[in-house]
T-cell receptor
Framework: NAGVTQTPKFRILKIGQSMTLQCTQDMNHNYMYWYRQDPGMGLKLIYY???????DKGEVPNGYNVSRSTTEDFPLRLELAAPSQTSVYFC????????????????FGAGSRLTVL | QKEVEQNSGPLSVPEGAIASLNCTYS??????FFWYRQYSGKSPELIMF????GDKEDGRFTAQLNKASQYVSLLIRDSQPSDSATYLC?????????????FGKGTHLIIQP
């Protein structure tokens, strides 16, 4: 099993450009998440999804959009990139978002490092 | 607003000693608590989780939870240089975790050979 796969690993964007960060999981997890991590900071939740066709905003959704057309894929779209979006982005998934702690364990992808100049 | 507080460190511990990492949280409805380890430039990886008051042991790691004091800790026994990393404390909210985990900023741990 590959787990959670993110592409690209690195990307440099110019201000105002748009791009999509791809995320795919092969664990048949229902719940998927996008976090961003700035230097010296914890992970901040951008968007999450509890299943195909269902998405919701996290703590820092401005400037981003998501879709969830299949269980496996959860792409993150950046529109009109700004320097404030320079960060490392992590996609994660879990078997369930409820119940005992084991079901909430997040499995992370390797991350996508984005720089906006 | 859910908050997780951790001392950012760095926390320096001699090899073979016990490393003690602490975390406090503000959401009294939090149900489950997690410790993740993150090496520089890598993604977080789960060390262990705990949801009942008391201690939970897994190898060299022990998690301790005190919900009344809103406090969770991680002890690492017989610390090794390979334990040098940033340790992230996280928890689910009162909703049970559907909206993901809330993370602290992490504690940078350095094990000195």
């Amino acid at each position: 099993n590959a787990g959670v796969t993110q592409t690209p690993k690195f990307r440099i964007l110019k201000i105002g450009q748009s791009m999509t960060l791809q995320c795919t999981q092969d664990m048949n997890h229902n719940y998927m998440y996008w976090y961003r991590q700035d230097p010296g900071m914890g992970l901040k939740l951008i968007y999450y999804s509890v299943g195909a066709g269902i998405t919701d905003k996290g703590e820092v959704p401005n400037g981003y959009n998501v879709s969830r057309s299949t269980t496996e894929d959860f792409p993150l779209r950046l529109e009109l990139a700004a320097p404030s979006q320079t960060s490392v982005y992590f996609c994660a998934s879990s078997y369930s978002g409820r119940g005992l702690a084991g079901a909430n364990v997040l499995t992370f992808g390797a991350g996508s490092r984005l720089t906006v100049l | 607003q859910k908050e997780v507080e951790q001392n950012s460190g760095p926390l320096s511990v001699p090899e073979g000693a016990i490393a003690s990492l602490n975390c406090t949280y503000s959401d009294r409805g939090s149900q489950s608590f997690f410790w993740y380890r993150q090496y520089s430039g890598k993604s977080p990886e789960l060390i262990m989780f705990i949801y009942s008051n008391g201690d939970k042991e897994d190898g060299r790691f022990t998690a301790q939870l005190n919900k009344a004091s809103q406090y969770v800790s991680l002890l690492i026994r017989d610390s090794q240089p390979s334990d040098s990393a940033t340790y992230l404390c996280a928890h689910t909210g009162s909703g049970g975790g559907a909206d993901g985990l809330t993370f602290g900023k992490g504690t940078h741990l350095i094990i000195q050979p």
